[in-house]
């Protein structure tokens, strides 16, 4: 499978496309004006406790308060093999025996402020390099569960842990990440030593500055990017921008030399994500219909609660019978969707409701498509089989908005709803509106001002009902186009 990550940076954004054998599968929007802060870590100040919630709200010096709940100020299980919670329940004691309002506390975003919500936080720190996550006050070596192979795991955990027990004053422990995976000896220790530097520069900034203030800001987009996404088989990195470039080659040297000859710069004059054809799959990522090769498609409806996903068979018709083309659309629509899930980077509760099928074999196999999908995924997914209702119900990880949210906005006009009231329903409206306001107030006549399709209607279908409303009332009423109105606003001016 070939890999290309493409950055294309200018003064006011940042953008970062992860193509796979040619099909943009991940795209991240960094602007300048408005920065995710997931993993910055700030010294807060507890502005107000909630019993009845079991969390707090911390002013960290944004525009809104974040939010902590009680099981995010608890430490970490230390025998926990991935450096997580361990599953099953836990006594979470009463937040007000673990924060006070005008506490000083030193937290790390989990979630960027989405929608109405404020930032999510934890007491949990962790500050990730490479090769290693370093977690401070954790005295535990934890290892990426991709990693498979126990002879590498054993091996890569036995070096830390040794190196830990070498070191006298190790002040937290580890998770050791997919990408440290048949990595040498001294670069994994490298990693753990700038780490270590990196928590004492940390600890010297909290002591320094008053709440609230943030002591350690994550690297650049464009850097998380080496960081994060590089790997062997990726082919290439190109890059648009000669100073961006220049910083990534620094940082390359300096922690994966071993990549360097895969990072170019691209000075071509044709913009590089046209090139890729980026552009058009970043627009057709903001739509709700997914259309199959097949003829199928794809409906994916994002909302505040949940994103429900339905398949329809559409003009593919088949060749042998119904089921085998409801098998068949319902395969492609499984890796369809899993593509989608990484572009649009949609989180939280998913809801997938694939074209009901007769045949056990087939949903087992739809489901084992979806599920091996999601393997390629870099956030981290939980899937369900499919219900007696033919639903296959998911989480993933949200830490960031989506690519929705971040490039559009609610309509103004419908408010986010996606349909508008229509302009028989708007006249019917004026008309029980003249009706009160006849009712309420003494006047002349009436003035209805409109947009130009509820006007149109009012003058054309309905002249006969504003005839006899005009009787009814023994008043005139005339109507005025409105150019700026959208088709549910109006108004009714008495004269």
């Known amino acids: ?45 507890v502005v107000r406790v909630l019993p009845g919630m ?56 989990t979630k960027d402020p989405i929608g109405t919500k404020g930032a999510r936080l934890t007491t949990q720190l962790s500050i990730p390099s490479r090769y290693l996550v370093f977690m401070p006050g954790v005295h535990h070596v934890g290892i990426s569960q991709r990693i498979e192979d126990d002879d590498e795991r ?47 520069s940390i600890i010297e900034r909290i002591e320094q500055v008053k709440a609230p203030a943030i002591v350690y800001q994550d690297l650049p987009l464009f850097i998380r990017t080496i960081r994060d996404l590089i790997r062997p088989q990726t082919e290439k990195v190109r890059i648009d921008s000669r100073e961006s470039h220049q910083r990534v080659m620094d940082f390359v040297r300096e922690f994966v030399s071993e990549f360097e000859n895969k990072v170019e710069y691209y000075p071509g004059e044709r913009p590089l994500f046209d090139l890729y054809s980026v552009e058009d799959e970043i ?38 019978n119904l089921e085998e083309t409801i098998f068949k659309t319902n395969l492609e629509a499984a890796r369809a969707i899993s593509r989608q899930l990484r572009l649009r980077n949609l989180g939280g509760i998913i809801i997938i409701d694939f074209i009901d099928m007769e045949d056990p074999e087939h949903q087992r196999q739809v489901h084992r498509m979806l599920d091996k999908m999601l ?14 209702l033919g639903l296959v119900e998911m989480t993933r990880k949200r830490t960031t908005e989506s690519l929705g949210q971040i490039l559009c906005e609610p309509c103004p006009i ?43 209607r009012l003058l054309d279908e309905e002249a006969d ?19 700026f109105y959208s088709q549910e606003q109006y108004d009714v001016v008495l004269l």
């Open 54 to 109: 079991e969390a707090a709200f911390v002013d960290i010096g944004l525009e809104r308060a974040a939010f902590i709940h009680a099981s995010d100020v608890m430490p970490v299980d230390s025998d926990s093999d991935n450096g997580q919670p361990q599953d099953g329940p836990r006594t979470v004691p009463d937040i007000r025996t673990l924060l006070r309002e005008g506490q000083s506390l030193v937290v790390q975003v």
């Open 414 to 456: 419908c408010d986010g709803r996606g349909f508008l009231k229509t302009a028989e329903t708007v006249c019917y409206e004026v008309f029980r509106e003249i009706l009160r306001v006849n009712r309420a107030y003494e006047a002349e006549s009436y003035l209805v001002m409109a947009s130009q399709k509820v006007v149109d």
């Open 154 to 200: 054993a091996r890569l955990k036995q070096t830390l842990e040794s190196a830990m027990g070498d070191q006298e004053h190790c002040a937290g422990g580890f998770i050791i990440r997919t990408a440290a995976e048949g990595v040498a000896e001294d670069d994994l220790l490298a990693d753990m030593v700038y780490l270590q530097r990196l928590n004492y």
């Open 375 to 388: 393997e390629r995924d870099h956030a981290k997914t939980k899937i369900t089989g499919v219900s007696e």
């Open 465 to 483: 009902n504003v005839a006899d409303l005009e009787t009814f009332i023994g008043k005139s009423i005339r109507f005025q186009v409105e150019p």
């Open 283 to 320: 627009q057709k990522a903001l739509s709700r219909k997914v259309q199959l090769k097949s003829g199928g498609y794809v409906i994916i409806d994002q909302t505040e609660a949940m994103t429900t996903i339905d398949i329809n068979t559409g003009a593919f018709v088949g060749h042998r």
């Open 1 to 45: 499978m070939s890999e290309e990550i493409l950055i294309n940076v200018t003064p006011v954004e940042t953008r970062v496309a992860l193509v796979e054998n040619g099909m943009l599968q991940e795209a991240y929007v960094e602007r300048t004006s408005r920065k995710g802060i997931v993993g910055n870590i700030f010294k807060g100040k």
